[in-house]
């Protein structure tokens, strides 16, 4: 994980946090393999208004692998809540969802 990556990171889960969201990282930081299932994104929000959903932590220029899209698209087809990027993509889906209202 590069120093950007960690800085979105933090940024997405101090954001998160400030909405009153309980923040789960999946994130592996340790320099092995990972044992998560591949595609699985980095955090799990709960909220006790919204529910769960999914965040896959993106710096600007980062892409989705193949297994990240494929669980992207079963969250979609299963009514699941899915984020990709950064502090940015995570306010525009709560003010989708109603949490937060745009002045």
Not at 33 to 41: F, Q, S, V
Request: one cysteine or more; aromatic letters at 8%.
């Amino acid at each position: 994980m590069t120093e950007l990556e960690r800085a979105v990171a933090r940024s997405v889960v101090a954001f998160l946090e400030t909405c009153g969201c309980h923040v789960y990282s999946l994130q592996d930081r340790r320099p092995r393999a990972t044992r998560n299932t591949p595609g699985l994104p980095d955090l799990y929000v709960l909220h006790r208004k919204l529910g769960g959903f999914w965040v896959e932590l993106k710096a600007p220029t980062g892409k989705q692998t193949p297994e990240q899209i494929s669980f992207q698209a079963t969250c979609g087809r299963c009514g699941v809540g899915y984020v990709m990027g950064g502090t940015a993509d995570v306010m525009d889906y709560l003010k989708s969802r109603g949490l937060l209202v745009s002045p």
